[in-house]
């Protein structure tokens, strides 16, 4: 059995309240995920101005 087999077999033994849980906990962990990707690009483009203007400029 795959691992999302195994994930939704589990999810529907779940009763409604908890279901919710789950899916409030996945979205926790999406949105945490895109803060991450979004600090990270901001660190890049912060170390890397000088090359993007110079980029810019060409």
Do not use: C, H, W, Y
């Not at 979205?27 to 000088?50: G, P, V, Y």
């Amino acid at each position: 059995m795959s691992l999302s087999e195994r994930l939704i077999k589990s999810f529907n033994a779940l009763p409604e309240d908890k279901k919710r849980q789950v899916i409030d906990f996945v979205e926790f962990i999406k949105s945490k995920n895109q803060i991450e990707i979004e600090n990270l690009m901001d660190t890049i483009i912060d170390e890397n101005q000088e090359a993007l203007k110079e980029l810019g400029n060409s």
